[in-house]
DNA sequence: CGGTAAGCAGACAGATCGGTCTGTTGCATC
DNA sequence: GATGCAACAGACCGATCTGTCTGCTTACCG
């Protein structure tokens, strides 16, 4: 019903408008990054932006759902050539790794929206929800590797894919991922014995 | 010069907005927090802010300097009171715990800023300073605890450091810390032997 | 063909922000 | 007592931000 009259079709102006929103608030901040810089990389209305997402809020909040369900798939692919559970958890770290050597990696886009949002905001609801399904994903794999006490290292793994994140971030250094898996080998052997 | 003729003796402006600052931009974030919040805090007139530090973000920095040689001065004095390399290694952990405790306690001060700041802002820089500082001690008493490839142990620490303030903060768990210290451990004895 | 709905352009409002400026007050030193 | 200095109060400016509103165009569908 949008599509243009001419040969080439047009997205939708949600679609165009996450796809904006996901390049400017990821690569600068959200706080940084204003309404009119995101309807004039959309080529969009700001009125369509108000009738899709209602509010900035809620476009940031849709914009961290969509990378929550982006790195889901991503994983899951990855976890799908693997055999052993050992072999899944370090798959994940290989996963991050490749994130962190693209030229636009900018360290967790959960985190850093987290840190500029306000308190009570929707987004920090995101952010927690997709830190508790790494863990959980985390806790299932240890269980299956018969690691001894599973929870307690999935929070060891989650905390190293955190310190992964922010050091692969801030010194953009491609050591670090592996400095994390190395150190997840480290953990799940010490924990399978 | 400054003091007030009442016996109180009123501490000089500057040191107020520092302390002001630290209180606001630490619980709410730099860029949610207003000039007239923290000069309405610090009960300073805004003229004096600007004489004192001429600019929000130099404000900012300064807010930040007095962060890291706040640590420096905490960790040193834990460090003292410890013989071998390895219980200083793990009494920065230790350090940590403690801050990390505190029911003020945000994460990492240097990196919620940094996640606010404009790319070229002296924010990061000063972030940058203090990440450099900590890898250095890290390496140097890795080198004393005789680890083999002590720079990439203190990669590792620090990675372990950064992961912990993440958990500890979004999930504030006291057990972040404390996982973190465990797998700091496993990673000296490996690299010693 | 006419109705419906999506999208468009852009003016506008209200609030907030960082920063400047003017003028005043209180204290210490000379 | 005069001078200098630090701090005071607060009006003011221009820019920017989110969000609203009006009116217009276009495409699809019954």
């Not at 369900?69 to 370090?90: D, S």
């Not at 987290?114 to 806790?139: H, I, N, Q, T, Y």
């Not at 310190?163 to 991922?177: E, K, M, Q, R, T």
Request: glycine share 4%; proline share 2%; net charge positive.
């Amino acid at each position: 019903m949008i599509r243009k009259s001419s040969s080439q079709a047009r997205r939708p102006a949600r679609e165009r408008l996450l796809a904006a929103a996901d390049e400017l608030f990821y690569e600068e901040g959200v706080n940084l990054v204003g309404i009119d810089r995101v309807i004039e990389r959309a080529g969009v209305a700001k009125a369509s932006l108000y009738d899709c997402f209602g509010s900035k809020e809620e476009l940031i909040r849709s914009y961290l759902q969509q990378r929550h369900e982006a790195r889901q798939i991503r994983v899951r692919e990855r976890l799908a050539v693997c055999v052993t559970p050992k072999e899944k958890i370090l798959a994940i770290f290989d996963s991050m790794a490749e994130s962190a050597a693209r030229a636009d990696f900018r360290g967790c886009a959960f985190a850093r929206a987290s840190a500029e949002a306000r308190p009570g905001s929707s987004v920090k609801a995101m952010c927690d929800e997709s830190r508790a399904w790494l863990l959980g994903l985390f806790a299932d794999l240890a269980r299956q590797a018969g690691a001894r006490a599973p929870d307690r290292v999935a929070q060891q793994l989650r905390l190293l894919y955190d310190g992964a994140l922010v050091s692969a971030h801030v010194d953009h250094s491609n050591s670090a991922v592996a400095n994390a898996r190395a150190m997840a080998e480290l953990v799940l052997d010490q924990a399978i014995r």
